[in-house]
């Protein structure tokens, strides 16, 4: 039987993440070389040594500064000889605020890691897919991109912003047969979901994942996997005639 990424070079931001180290493992078992990208070093390594493969290698680097991209880019073609999938997938969820005491810093920060990140990754890997006859990009966005919600201005604007970056990739991109997709999960239950629930209630952030979760028609956060599984079907040729679009899973939260 064939693998659905037999052979293709993927890169993967936010790898020592929850959703990027599920997906690395995902696209791996399906025969994917993968470069892993993460600043977390330690997290990073960790992980890379805990798969075991000849398939992946650890990439330390900053997805929002200009001269980190072009080296993992290059990374990946030095060790694997192109790139056929982008999962351009690292994010900060940014400080929980009250919009008029929002710091400025942050707001730079948080833009700058989830809207310039995407923005630099399909600068240098659109050109090296086109290489080789096309390729497909898929962005984590979420449905923060898609709804507003108290406290989190910079990281509810990254969204969106990032969904207006995907639709106008692609269709510069269709021309080198590059797609571009993103994808926007619901509350997932990782790190991320943690950081949220414990700044918006330090005494009490069960209350808040109780908040969040009666607000999910299936009465429960996503797992980092369910997550990886959309990512594999948007890299893979399965998503053959789907670009600039928003692929929610979210439970049916933003139904209502
Ligand atoms: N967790 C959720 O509920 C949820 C929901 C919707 C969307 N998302 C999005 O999913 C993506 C992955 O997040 P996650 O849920 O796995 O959370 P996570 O915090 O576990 O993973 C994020 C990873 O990105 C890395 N990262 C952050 N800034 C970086 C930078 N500048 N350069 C390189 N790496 C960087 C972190 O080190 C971390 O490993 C993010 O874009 C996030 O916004 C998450």
């Known amino acids: 039987m ?3 990424l037999q052979d293709r070079v993927a890169i993967v931001t936010g790898a020592a993440g929850g959703i990027g ?21 330690d997290a990073l390594d960790a992980l890379v040594a805990s798969l075991d493969s000849k398939s992946v290698r650890a990439f330390v680097a900053d997805v929002s500064k200009a001269d980190e991209v072009r080296g993992y880019v290059d990374a990946a073609v030095a060790h694997f000889g192109g790139v056929d999938v982008m999962f351009a ?5 940014g400080l929980v605020r009250p919009l008029v005491e929002f710091p400025e810093a ?5 833009l700058a890691v989830n809207v310039k990140g995407p923005l630099l990754a399909m600068q240098r890997a659109a050109p090296e897919m ?18 507003g919600s108290p406290g989190m201005a910079a990281y509810i604007t990254s969204k969106h912003a990032l969904l207006g970056l995907v639709k106008t990739a692609a ?3 269709a021309a080198m047969n590059v797609r571009v997709n993103a994808i926007a999960p619901g509350p997932v239950d990782n790190r991320m979901m943690r950081s949220l629930e414990a700044q918006s209630a ?16 299936m009465g429960r956060y996503a797992r980092n996997e369910e997550i990886a599984e959309m990512a594999l079907f948007l890299a893979s040729a399965r998503s053959s005639y789907s670009t600039g679009a928003v692929f929610v899973a979210d439970g049916g939260f933003v139904t209502h």
Not at 89 to 93: L, R
Not at 106 to 110: G, L
């Open 2 to 4: 064939k693998l659905e």
């Open 21 to 41: 180290a599920a997906t690395v493992r995902r696209f791996l078992a399906e025969g994917a070389k993968v470069l892993a990208v993460d600043r977390a070093r």
């Open 89 to 93: 997938n690292a994010g900060v969820e």
């Open 106 to 110: 942050e707001f730079d920060r948080v």
């Open 130 to 147: 086109a290489k080789r006859g096309g390729g497909s990009i898929v962005v984590t966005a979420s449905i923060a991109g898609l709804i």
């Open 171 to 173: 269709i510069e991109l």
């Open 202 to 217: 330090p005494d009490n952030p069960e209350a808040v994942k109780a908040g969040f979760t009666a607000q999910v028609p």
